[in-house]
């Protein structure tokens, strides 16, 4: 044999193998760790009582009354999870979605009852008017248009009356510009400064969200949501819209979705270095499900992995329909 070859393959100073060789040496030198608390579990809850109806598009996600939805969250509990973000469905649509800021709401009830049952659980309310209007948008409509500053206030009550109900954090979903500071300034007014504001900052209008309205019944009935939420060819905006917010008082911000979106999560975690949370959307959990479901994918290996993409992309939370079994799967190791 060639002895310079044979020189060159016995002295290779770099071998990044050899901090791969066991498990434990791979867990010693692993960057980004997974994490329970890491996780908050979107929950869909309906007026009524003993009711668990599974969404179509979402197996094995499903809407909840409230006594139902008390013994999931506490199901949930044993297994790790510690936050929950509620969406809510109206008894009645109407064109202003007025159940959004009623007291005795689907939302409103759960909050109450979660609280009650556990109180340290993190309990967080989606603040949007696109589950409660007959029109589906997220805002005011007139002559086909979603007005943008008479929607405020009405987002305004309904974010006071979630903080009334005992929300821990209200988390803006719309994309009306200035909400998050009309919010902010509604609930301090309100006596509210200490409940915590999580913006859905960089949204962007995707065909991701296609089972989510299934669930929540909000498909908007003419045209589609272009017009407030962001274009998917943009980045730079995002910076833009995160920055907004956070002058405007937001405490966390979101990127939405997220798997398509890894490249937003960094740069907004580079740039502005604020608590960043990233949805995993229903269309992404659809998407596992289905192949896992076909047998083309390992179900449990692929949640692991996009799980820890998004956190190693930069989010520090992440909301997920995975959020249970996830849990149950690191405590399993
Ligand atoms: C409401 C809202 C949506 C989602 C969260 N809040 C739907 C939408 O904007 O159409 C999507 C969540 C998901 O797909 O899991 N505005």
Known sequence: MNPVANLLRTHQTHRPR???????????????????????????????????????????NYR??????????????????????????????????????????????????????????VVITDICLCEYTSHGHCGVVEHQEVLNDPTLELLARAAVSHARAGADVVAPSDMMDGRVGAIREA?????????????????????????????????????????????????????????????????????????????IIRRVKDTYGVPLAA??????????????ERGWMERERTILEVLTSIRRAGADLILTYHAREAARLLKRG
Do not use: C
């Open 187 to 263: 609930l301090d007014e309100n006596g509210f400064d200490q409940v915590t504001l999580m913006s859905y900052a960089a949204k962007y209008a995707s065909a991701f969200y296609g089972p989510f309205r299934e669930a929540a019944d909000s498909a908007p009935q003419f045209g589609d949501r272009r017009a407030y939420q962001m274009d998917p060819a943009n980045s730079d905006e995002a910076l833009r819209e995160v920055g907004l917010d956070l002058d405007e008082g937001a405490d966390i911000v979101m990127v939405k979705p997220a798997l398509a979106y890894l490249d």
């Open 279 to 292: 949805y995993n959307v229903s269309g992404e959990f659809s998407m596992v499900h289905a192949v896992a």
């Open 18 to 60: 050899r901090l791969r060789r066991t498990a434990t040496l791979r867990e010693m030198v692993r960057e980004t760790v997974l994490q329970p608390s890491d996780f908050i579990y979107p929950l869909f809850v309906q007026p009524g009582q003993g009711l668990k109806q599974e969404i179509g598009a979402m197996p094995g």
């Open 64 to 121: 909840w009354s409230v006594d139902r939805l008390v013994e999931e969250v506490g199901a949930a509990r044993e297994e790790g999870v510690k936050s929950v973000i509620l969406f809510g469905l109206p008894a009645k649509k109407d064109a202003q979605g007025s159940e959004a800021w009623d007291d005795e709401a689907a939302v409103q009830m759960a909050v109450r009852a979660l609280k009650r049952s556990y109180p340290e659980l």
